[in-house]
């Protein structure tokens, strides 16, 4: 058990609908990140956290929104759901949010459309 | 942009033995960090070795080392005595420095360990 807890562990919806991976963070550690696994473009960065705040964004998608809330627990939130966004989505976390930090995985959340 | 490229979609090595694989990354930063994650069949990433690029010596964690030549951009990770529970996918990943602390992940090579 890595300590980071991603809610569910599978999923499977239909195109069109909308749902909320949800993660709880390490014991101490501030920084969330979430990243998306699937065959074709391997594992991509989505959005950074850190403290409740937007700190990086990467290839994610304007269907897709995330945020942190007080407890620092974050939610990846996923609509319009097309055929393509079946993947593996893992939420990470580190302490700080500077690049000396390691990140520390979930076992993912896997996503699939229909 | 930086980019990480692993040449070497599939290995296979026999138990006992010792077997590297590669990763070059691209940047122009010179504050960054360097790291082996291994992906096992139950999907969870976990961290293997991590390198300070202001280190010259190469960093170690019992079986595994890494050959890191700072100049022409490599990062290779070494498995000694190999082991079965070895078997996994292994990702080598680039951090920048500084307050964006994101990984950039190379494609990953398939790692089969024979006994």
């Known amino acids: 058990d890595s300590g980071v807890t991603q809610t569910p562990k599978h999923l499977i919806t239909a195109t069109g609908q909308r749902v909320t991976l949800r993660c709880s963070p390490r014991?101490?550690?501030?920084?969330v990140y979430w990243y998306q696994q699937s065959l074709d473009q391997g594992l991509q960065f989505l959005i950074q956290?850190?403290?409740?705040?937007?700190?990086a964004k990467g290839n994610i998608l304007e269907r897709f929104s995330a945020q942190q809330f007080p407890d620092l627990h974050s939610e990846l939130n996923l609509s319009s759901l097309e055929l393509g966004d079946s993947a593996l989505y893992f939420c990470?976390?580190?302490?700080?949010?500077?690049?000396?930090?390691?990140?520390?995985f979930g076992a993912g959340s896997r996503l699939t459309v229909l | 942009a930086q980019t990480v490229t692993q040449s070497q979609p599939e290995m296979s090595v026999q138990e006992a033995e010792t077997v590297t694989l590669s990763c070059t990354y691209d940047?122009?930063?010179?504050?960054?960090?360097l790291f082996w994650y291994k992906q096992p069949p139950s999907r969870q990433m976990i961290l293997v070795i991590r390198q300070e690029a202001y280190k010259q010596q190469n960093a170690t964690e019992n079986r595994f080392s890494v050959n890191f030549q700072k100049a022409a951009k490599s990062f290779s990770l070494k498995i000694s005595d190999s082991q079965l529970g070895d078997t996994a996918m292994y990702f080598c990943a680039f951090m920048r420095g500084g307050s964006q602390g994101n990984l950039i992940f190379g494609k990953g090579t398939k790692l089969s360990v024979k006994p």
């Open positions: 956290y850190y403290n409740g705040e937007e700190r």
């Open positions: 940047t122009s930063e010179n504050n960054y960090y």
């Open positions: 014991s101490g550690d501030l920084s």
């Open positions: 990470a976390s580190s302490v700080g949010d500077a690049g000396a930090n390691v990140l520390t």
